[in-house]
């Protein structure tokens, strides 16, 4: 028995795909599979997108029937593809459509580097940007769906682009980009101050950087410190969990070594030279 399947995976040009996507009548299709519960019928969706002429809707499904739209096998309708949930999806969010500014958000929290308020956060170019007024040194800097902030209200967007942080990172230190979903590099540099761990795409290029801690505070042997110690990480913004002075860090080439302390007790995570985390202690002063 062969023990090592085929892999098979078949690329099309992309100025093809998108091509599909260039007529009203196609987006409007996808539309329809927005609020829908399962999968629809063919006149369910000509009525959803009101065309009368049962001909013309037929050639333009079936464009998008294969790459974003497939007849599920029972035979009651169609659904969408993955690549169909995911145009669905950043046409809901506005990823292509949507434009949005926030003016500046003061946040009177100490910066977790040097104790200084206020922290400032904007947005604009599709990127959330949260710098400390006083250092300079505390930077965060991220992409988010401009479609999404009109559902907050403008007290609400800091811990709300936080939440969405969370999640980018859970993505890259399992080793998926946050663009493609490609699969990441990552590569320990420990020149900076902090030291800083690099993650970089090769399919599509993106680069994340961040603090060397960071892949251990995202580790989860570090929540459960942290629930330990009555500190709910789902609910507590990432400037909050840990400040510079609960922090040391060493680094090397080879790895770097970052210790958290609270409340006497230290946990100490193991970063390779890929960014990896290789291993979590706790120890008691």
């Known amino acids: 028995m062969d023990e090592s399947p085929e892999i098979s995976v078949d690329h099309r040009p992309p100025d093809e795909v998108f091509a599909v996507l260039g007529n009203e009548t196609r987006v409007d299709i996808l539309r329809a599979f927005v609020d829908a519960d399962g999968p629809l ?14 001909g013309q809707f037929n050639y333009h499904l079936g464009k998008l029937v294969g790459t974003f739209v497939r007849e599920s096998e029972d035979g009651e309708g169609y659904r969408p593809t993955l690549a169909g949930l995911q145009v669905v999806g950043a046409l809901v969010a506005g990823t292509y459509t949507a434009d949005a500014t926030v003016a500046p958000i003061d946040i009177d929290d100490p910066c977790p580097n040097c104790g200084g308020r206020p922290l400032v956060v904007t947005f ?35 811990e709300t682009f936080d939440r969405w942080l969370w999640t980018l990172f859970q993505r890259i230190t399992a080793g998926f ?5 490609g699969r990441l590099t990552g590569r320990l540099d420990p020149d900076p101050d902090p030291a800083r761990v690099e993650w970089s795409c090769d ?6 950087t961040a603090s060397v801690s960071t892949p251990v505070l995202y580790h989860p042997a570090t929540q459960g410190f942290f629930h330990d110690h009555g500190v709910d990480t789902m609910t507590t913004p990432s400037w909050r969990l840990a400040s510079a002075r609960d922090l040391d860090v060493e680094a090397t080439p080879e790895g770097a070594t970052v210790r958290l302390t609270l409340d006497g007790e230290t946990l100490t995570g193991h970063v390779d030279a890929t960014g990896t985390v290789t291993g979590v202690d706790r120890s008691t002063r």
């Open 41 to 54: 019928t063919f006149s369910e969706l000509r009525e959803a997108v009101g065309m009368r002429d049962s």
């Open 177 to 181: 980009c946050a663009n493609c979903a």
């Open 203 to 208: 399919r599509c290029g993106d680069l994340a």
């Open 124 to 158: 604009q170019d599709d990127h959330v940007d949260m710098v400390c007024s006083t250092c300079e040194e505390f930077h965060n800097y991220y992409s988010f769906p401009p479609g999404t902030i009109d559902q907050y209200t403008r007290d609400e967007l800091p």
